[in-house]
């Protein structure tokens, strides 16, 4: 809640005068400086600030105590964004090169030609959703709200920008504009997740969880010999009384087992941290709101609980048609060629306005 600036104007006057005559009073034997005084005075007048107003809560102070935080994290997503998008490809790209250069070679000569067949299918088939997606997350803009004045219905104004703002649009501190359907900044994708993009960004979440699961399944084993490998020959160089002595690992064989380690340690820990993002997701969508709304929405059900009220959201058009409105499937055959298949269809409306759903009826049997 913003304060009167008339209250303000008064207060400092206030204590301005109470300053001087202290001075006064005190004659030239004061020795706080002018400055000091004036700064002390500022920092009452904001101590002063935070409880005077009755309407104020422990939300509103703590977001005033959190705000030199919430700008410092700011200011490194936005200078450091490039560098996660780099950090993320390098990842990527070394674990496709432990893929292709350790584990293929074993897949070729020890599996059945129906069990190469299907690793190759299935492998290729996750990596190309994989990079398209992240792709067009990164290079999709998220949609903005228009700057020229228009038709178009609005429930605020941004603060910020000086704009009208449509239903499910908010302001990204990072990127310093309104976004539509914003879901939030990603880092990783040094882009904000919003109407035109949010597909592409879940789906690209999606098809990461699962390469990172085939992975780290697929490679238990290999990990296990790895690290056992390692183990006993860690031990044996310990035990020097032993008179028995294993033979030293060549360095091929120690990258080897290094590399298998390192492939199914990333993937095991990125398979569980971007699979519980992935859950969230999927229940935000099946819920027909964003991480935005789902925080706002918490807010009004208990306003209006008290109130003896039900809330209900109305961008909620059921489990499966929020999935269909998500996911841009209009007809049965988009499952496959815009689901199992990287597609780069536009989302179902303009992200402006919200009065086009539910939509037609010959899509409700989909």
């Given at each position: 809640?913003?304060?009167?600036?008339?209250?303000?104007?008064?207060?400092?006057?206030?204590?301005?005068?109470?300053?001087?005559?202290?001075?006064?009073?005190?004659?030239?034997n004061c020795r706080l400086p002018l400055c000091v005084r004036q700064i002390w005075a500022y920092l009452?007048?904001?101590?002063?600030?935070?409880?005077?107003?009755?309407?104020?809560?422990?939300?509103?102070?703590?977001?005033?105590?959190?705000?030199?935080?919430?700008?410092?994290?700011?200011?490194?997503?936005?200078?450091?964004?490039?560098?996660?998008?780099?950090?993320?490809?390098?990842?990527?790209?070394?674990?496709?090169?432990?893929?292709?250069?350790?584990?293929?070679?074993?897949?070729?000569?020890?599996?059945?030609?129906?069990?190469?067949?299907?690793?190759?299918?299935?492998?290729?088939?996750?990596?190309?959703?994989?990079?398209?997606?992240?792709?067009?997350?990164?290079?999709?803009?998220?949609?903005?709200?228009?700057?020229?004045?228009?038709?178009?219905?609005?429930?605020?104004?941004?603060?910020?920008?000086?704009?009208?703002?449509?239903?499910?649009?908010?302001?990204?501190?990072?990127?310093?504009?309104?976004?539509?359907?914003?879901?939030?900044?990603?880092?990783?994708?040094?882009?904000?997740?919003?109407?035109?993009?949010?597909?592409?960004?879940?789906?690209?979440?999606?098809?990461?969880?699962?390469?990172?699961?085939?992975?780290?399944?697929?490679?238990?084993?290999?990990?296990?010999?790895?690290?056992?490998?390692?183990?006993?020959?860690?031990?044996?160089?310990?035990?020097?009384?032993?008179?028995?002595?294993?033979?030293?690992?060549?360095?091929?064989?120690?990258?080897?087992?290094?590399?298998?380690?390192?492939?199914?340690?990333?993937?095991?820990?990125?398979?569980?941290?971007?699979?519980?993002?992935?859950?969230?997701?999927?229940?935000?969508?099946?819920?027909?709101?964003?991480?935005?709304?789902?925080?706002?929405?918490?807010?009004?059900?208990?306003?209006?609980?008290?109130?003896?009220?039900?809330?209900?959201?109305?961008?909620?058009?059921?489990?499966?048609?929020?999935?269909?409105?998500?996911?841009?499937?209009?007809?049965?055959?988009?499952?496959?060629?815009?689901?199992?298949?990287?597609?780069?269809?536009?989302?179902?409306?303009?992200?402006?306005?919200?009065?086009?759903?539910?939509?037609?009826?010959?899509?409700?049997?989909?």
């Amino acid at each position: 809640m913003r304060l009167c600036p008339t209250f303000l104007l008064q207060r400092w006057l206030w204590l301005c005068v109470c300053a001087r005559q202290w001075h006064c009073s005190n004659g030239n034997n004061c020795r706080l400086p002018l400055c000091v005084r004036q700064i002390w005075a500022y920092l009452r007048l904001m101590v002063d600030s935070l409880y005077y107003n009755t309407l104020t809560n422990s939300d509103v102070v703590m977001d005033s105590l959190m705000e030199p935080i919430f700008w410092m994290v700011d200011l490194l997503t936005r200078r450091f964004g490039a560098v996660f998008v780099c950090l993320l490809v390098i990842l990527t790209t070394s674990i496709l090169l432990v893929v292709y250069v350790v584990m293929l070679p074993l897949i070729i000569n020890t599996y059945s030609a129906s069990w190469i067949a299907w690793h190759m299918s299935y492998g290729h088939w996750n990596l190309v959703m994989i990079v398209f997606h992240y792709y067009k997350a990164t290079n999709t803009g998220p949609g903005y709200p228009p700057t020229m004045k228009n038709s178009i219905p609005f429930v605020s104004m941004c603060k910020k920008c000086i704009i009208p703002k449509p239903a499910r649009t908010h302001h990204c501190a990072i990127c310093n504009t309104c976004i539509l359907k914003m879901d939030h900044h990603c880092p990783w994708l040094n882009n904000c997740v919003g109407h035109f993009n949010q597909r592409y960004f879940f789906c690209f979440c999606v098809s990461m969880t699962l390469g990172c699961v085939y992975c780290s399944i697929s490679g238990r084993n290999l990990f296990l010999d790895a690290y056992s490998a390692i183990e006993v020959h860690t031990n044996s160089l310990r035990e020097t009384w032993s008179t028995y002595q294993t033979p030293p690992l060549m360095f091929r064989d120690k990258m080897f087992h290094t590399s298998i380690i390192y492939m199914w340690v990333l993937t095991s820990v990125v398979a569980v941290a971007l699979g519980g993002l992935t859950i969230w997701h999927a229940v935000l969508i099946s819920r027909g709101e964003t991480s935005i709304e789902r925080h706002l929405n918490n807010k009004e059900t208990k306003r209006m609980r008290k109130c003896g009220k039900v809330y209900k959201n109305s961008f909620n058009y059921g489990r499966l048609n929020n999935w269909k409105v998500f996911l841009g499937v209009e007809k049965k055959s988009h499952w496959l060629t815009r689901v199992l298949l990287p597609s780069g269809h536009v989302p179902i409306g303009n992200g402006l306005t919200w009065d086009i759903y539910p939509f037609r009826k010959d899509m409700m049997p989909v």
